[in-house]
């Protein structure tokens, strides 16, 4: 339903109407006897003689031009009290008035016609005055409520709707790792700063950027730093927020904000999360959403409303620019698209640094050691990183963060909290026969990644962990990376079913499986690096509930699909098979293994390659 004065006045003037009628059918014939209503008994003409004759007739009053009287007697039949009865007169009862005089019995007539008449007008009006008024007063109650379902007729007025940084204190220097972004913006702001530059030689200021990157890598910031650079407001609002309950009210939400930025040019409009209004329309399970396609038209009337030389710039945020509406893209529109990515190590190295000037870090420390230690993490891991080990460290009452708090807050970030360690038992043995599997595989395989500590404190869901050392260069991995990888996933398995039997062997591994499979099927489908030869099947991110991709679900044969499935088990066997034989073959170093770590309870890379070394001949790398 849509909400509108127009519509509230459609509907409401039927039931005006229809209220009229009713209020006439049942209460208009008796506001004709007016007041008298409330008299119920009543007296016949010559028995209201005998009365005034007996004299217990008080007061006379007559009504509607002598046709009708309301006594108010007194006497042993009316229980002694003074009652008012209604008596019906003759046409003409010209001895009445004169037996009233007679008898000092007070005389009053009453001017009916004009009575009645007021009495209908107010009574006709009484019923429609009651709808209007309580509409009004429904209005004024939604109009003033902050959310809930009053909403549904404020509008879109009523609310904050956005919000607004009249001086945001970001500049460039506080966002770090993302330079081709940054440069990017850097012109945005010379735009905002001198536009007659531009303009003068006919250059067309671009309306809108469109930010993409996965969360936490700055694009808010980045927003952020263009206003502050460029000393201008910033306003911004979440996609989310526009899509309400209601229809509509997107819609004027999008016409509030950029009302409020024309007043106030040169500024920035922020919206961030940009897929939820901006998604491509007509997709999607359950068909289009009205309210959503709306908020976008509404969008794109804006963006098209006002000349690139005003000095707005709409910057929105994204981290799936594919699933963007294609209108949105157009030249006109977001016509700039930046990307912004997951750092590298040098950028993590310059997020750090920035992060870092404001704490209090032993010298000692290195930077570019943190770097290393943590790839695949955005710049707010990295923020939440540092203040983590800063809180560590206040915890723990020393006056510098130090690598050790470092590391517990890296751990802590990728795996979650440290628990306790369990007691000696026959599971913990288990525990750290899967966890030496993994290490001893991951350690005797050229192609793995090294170890970086084995553990049996808990951590998160993880009953116990082994770490590898990440490597730097995650873009390009060979074939026999990634099998080493599902080589040393599968070596807790494969431990457990060698040292405790086919039949003792435990969920535990279920996380790994999960992995070796995902690992297994990407080898088939998306790298070409298994017998089906160099096809691509699947896409990186065949998201089926995100509406466009829906389609792509099955772009092979059902006959490749078998071979698909046939293809993934087959390397999987190969690789379970090798591994099982690395565990034989070091069968001893691993009891070993097993003993320190239970002792220890943790024992770190360096450590464990030493100890590999004592007790076996030459480490043989496979
Ligand atoms: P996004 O909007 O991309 O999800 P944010 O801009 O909100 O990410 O980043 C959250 C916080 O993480 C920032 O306030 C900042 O402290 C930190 N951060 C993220 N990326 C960077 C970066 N490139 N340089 C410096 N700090 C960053
Ligand atoms: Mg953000
Ligand atoms: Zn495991």
Redesign the pocket.
Known sequence: MKFSWKNILLWSLPIIVISFFLWQGLFAPVTNENNNNLVNSRMTYGRFLEYIEMGWVKKVDIYENGHTAIIEAIGPELGNRIQKIRVELPASAPELVTKLKKNHIDLDAHPTKNNTALWNLVGNLFFPLLLIISLALLFRRSNNTTGGPGQAMSFGKSKALFQIEAKTGIVFD?????DEAKEEFEEIVTFLKKPEYFTAVGAKIPKGVL?V????????????AIAGEANVPFFSISGSEFVEMFVGVGASRVRDLFKKAKENAPCIIFI?EIDAVGRQRGTGIGGGNDEREQTLNQLLTEMDGFEGNTGIIVVA?T?RADILDSALLRPGRFDRQVN?DI?DFK?RL??LK??SKNKKIDPNVSISIIARRTPGF???????LLNEAAILTAREHKNQITLQEIDKAIDRIIAGMEGTALVDSKSKRLIAYHEIGHAIVGTLLKDHENVQKVTLIPRGQARGLTWFTPSEDQSLISRSQIKAKIMGALGGRATEEIVFGESEITTGASNDLQQVTAMARQMVTRFGMSNIGPLSLENEDSNPFLGRSIGNLNEYSDEIAIKIDNQIQTIVEECHLKTREIIKNNRVIIDKLVDILIEKETIDGQEFRKIIEQYSDIPQKI
């Open positions: 506080d966002v770090a790792g993302i930010l990157g996965p969360p936490g890598t700055g694009k808010t910031l980045l927003a952020k961030d945020a981290n912004v750092p950028g310059d997020i920035v992060h955005s710049g707010a891991d990295l923020a939440n």
